[in-house]
């Protein structure tokens, strides 16, 4: 397969992974970096090989359709309507709820909008969630509680270059996104991780919980804070409430108290206490090793907690975020491709943003479904046709058999995507749909600014953008050809519309702006508007303008280690490898790089179990079993095992995982769950 020549001669775009959305140059299929905010020059080693996946022989280039057991080629027609066909007859006989669709991070922000308006009004369905449930809602529902709003970094990424201390929790940004570190180059790092991961070796003051104990931990910090007298009364005062209901929780969390349930010292909670009360700028980020857990919500909300009681959200120089990792992670969890949300951060049960986007979409508001479930419930429930969007559920959702077991149950599963992922390889209907380079579109970065990723090639001639594969859908289910536009600009103007006057407001943001190259942070309620760089310098999002404390207290993991699962296991990213693997697994030079599962653990735990470096092991959990390389690693707690979650087949990290899910943000407990190692 050959891709056809650029559509320009060369285009200035992103990188196609992840949050950070490094501005690159594509000149044909070769890649250079530019000069962007973000990564200011710099790119990671998936950056630079990113158009390896332009022509890669793994790429899907025809419909394919499951004929005797086999996926076979087939044309357009006949894929689009053995589709429609079967969904119209699943939804007679079932329900509209059915029938249910699953979107993802990576998609644009006009996909994920048509996405949700394609579930709603062309399928009626409640069903539809997204792989960024997986990814950022705890962090997302903890920001609303304290802030009223949800914006990962509620400030530019370059801000930090002028911190003097950054306490990282949960984030390891030198291996999954290198260049975000030069903007920290200047700051003392405190690196809470129960891994000394690259990030962690950077730092000042490495703090090692166990896992499942980050929550406490925070209490600990806040309550040397608060002993020690570092508390920000002023600040207090001013710009917060609920100080009171969260110390009386805090109090009884002395710091010796917390070393015995965490494992990191009295003193070194009160050295990070210091530390960021002595800092002039001091910034808190957290990200997915404080969110995926069955209480993840509460322990962000205990992060910002401390980060309230040091006066750092807000204030100029200063600031909380958490660090967003999929590609367009803000922006799809902003337009409705979330079960309970319409566009513009809009609530789906609230009738006056119902009546709002009904009129945008020209139907009844009464038409439009009620919240549905999650994205690890709406799988768990077995819907009877599933269409999947841009996501690799096998791989990447937790109890990953369990749910491949739904999959095989299922009358209909229906994957667009750009190669044949794991998911794909079970459906019965494949669509090969177009990829970063080959189509316009925009994304929301991990600080909230919109970017305009402009078409550089063609893509081969028998591949469809998803909105193309939504508009040939909705039409053969008798919608109006106009409600689903296949031009990607006019799918953002009407999400314009559709998010206006909503929290996340793009009404201002046009092509145009974008292309000139403005910096546009959301809100932008007009085309006037300058954008919002920093959102919070003024008021935070609550009616009353204040942040607010969120009382939480430490439980623990859902399920701790016992004697027949004595260790505990975490998941995370690798430097070559993004999400499920999917695409990365198809660039040569990373897989070279990094090319099995393997699971890292300290030498004396491996020699417990009877397992030098470089055997193969298993790791074993109540849900299932990993085949997976031991790497000996002498920095890791003895009680702890990782896992990168990249791989596929029986090194699938989330044979292990727990499905325990947040009450709150139902984010499953990902990065802790019970096992034992045996020898393979
Ligand atoms: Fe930048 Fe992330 Fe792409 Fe690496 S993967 S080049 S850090 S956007």
Not at 87 to 109: C, P, S, Y
Request: charged share 20%; aromatic share 6%.
């Amino acid at each position: 397969m050959t891709i056809a020549a650029p559509v320009t001669g060369t285009i200035d775009t992103h990188c196609p992974y992840c949050a950070l959305q490094c501005g690159m140059r594509l000149t044909g299929k070769t890649v250079s970096p530019r000069e962007f905010p973000t990564n200011r020059g710099g790119l990671c080693q998936k950056g630079w090989t990113s158009a390896a996946l332009l022509d890669s022989p793994g790429r899907l280039t025809e419909p394919l359709v499951r004929v005797e057991g086999q996926l076979r080629p087939a044309s357009w027609d006949r894929a689009l309507d053995l589709v429609a066909n079967q969904i119209i007859e699943i939804q007679a006989a079932h329900g509209r709820d059915a029938v249910a669709v699953f979107g993802g991070g990576g998609l644009t922000n006009e996909k994920a909008y048509l996405l949700g308006k394609f579930a709603r009004v062309a399928l009626g369905t409640s069903r539809i969630d997204y792989n960024g449930r997986f990814c950022m809602s705890s962090a997302a529902a903890a920001g609303n509680k304290a802030f009223g709003m949800d914006r990962g970094l509620p400030f530019p990424v370059e801000d930090l270059q002028h911190a003097d201390v950054v306490l990282i929790v949960g984030g390891n940004p030198a291996e999954t996104m290198p260049p975000f570190v030069q903007h920290l180059r200047d700051a003392e790092l405190i690196v809470v991780d129960p891994r000394r991961s690259a990030t962690a070796e950077q730092a000042a003051l490495h703090l090692q919980p166990a896992p499942g104990t980050d929550l406490a931990l925070a209490l600990g910090i806040l309550h040397a804070v608060v002993a020690d007298g570092h508390l920000r009364h002023d600040y207090l005062t001013g710009r917060t409430s609920g100080f009171d209901e969260v110390w009386r929780i805090a109090a009884a969390w002395w710091p010796e108290r917390v070393e015995r349930v965490t494992g990191v010292a009295a003193s070194d909670q009160r050295a990070a206490a210091a530390l960021l009360a002595g800092a002039g700028n001091a910034y808190v980020l957290t990200a997915r090793g404080t969110e995926q857990h069955a209480r993840g919500a509460d322990m962000v909300s205990a992060w910002i907690n401390l980060a309230l009681a040091l006066g750092l959200p807000g204030r100029a120089g200063s600031g909380f975020g958490c660090l967003t990792g999929q590609g367009n992670g803000q922006g799809g969890r902003e337009h409705g491709q979330k079960a309970d949300q319409l566009p513009g951060y809009r609530r789906l049960d609230d009738p006056a943003a119902r009546a709002h986007v009904a009129a945008v979409w020209g139907v009844d508001p009464d038409s439009l479904p009620n919240p549905g479930v999650s994205a690890y419930e709406l799988l768990d429930e077995g819907p009877r046709g599933l269409l999947v969007f841009g996501s690799n559920v096998v791989v990447s959702a937790p109890h990953a058999n369990r749910v491949a077991g739904k999959l095989s149950d299922v009358d209909l599963l229906v994957v667009a995507d750009v190669v044949l992922s794991e998911t794909a390889a079970m459906a019965d209907v494949v669509l090969p749909v177009a990829q970063w380079a080959e189509e316009d579109g925009t994304l929301t970065n991990l600080e909230g600014r919109i970017l305009l990723r402009r078409r550089a090639v063609r893509p081969p001639v028998n591949v469809r953008t998803d909105l193309e594969v939504m508009h040939g859908l909705a039409g053969r289910l008798g919608q109006p050809a106009e409600r689903f536009p296949v031009d990607a600009q006019e799918v953002f103007d009407e999400l314009r519309r559709a998010s206006a006057g909503g929290i996340a407001d793009y009404a201002g943001i046009t092509y145009d702006r974008l292309r000139d190259g403005e910096a546009l942070h959301w809100p932008v309620p007009s085309t006037d508007h300058p954008g919002t760089p920093r959102v919070f310098l003024d008021r935070f999002a609550h009616p009353d303008g204040r942040a607010r404390f969120v009382p939480v207290d430490h439980s623990g993991p859902a399920e701790p280690p016992d004697e027949e699962f004595p260790l505990q296991a975490t998941t995370g990213r690798v430097l070559q490898h993004y999400q499920s693997g999917a695409q990365t697994r198809l660039v040569a030079e990373l897989l070279a790089a990094e090319p099995e599962m393997y699971v890292e653990v300290h030498p004396d735990t491996a020699a417990r179990a009877g397992l030098e470096h470089g055997d193969l092991a298993d790791v074993v959990s109540r849900r299932g079993r990993v085949r997976a390389r031991v790497r000996c690693v002498a920095t890791i707690r003895l009680d702890l095992v990782f896992l990168p979650f990249h791989f596929p087949g029986d090194g699938r990290a989330n044979l292990l995982t727990n499905p325990e899910l947040d009450p709150t943000s139902r984010m499953p407990e990902f990065k802790v769950c019970a096992v034992r190692l045996e020898t393979a």
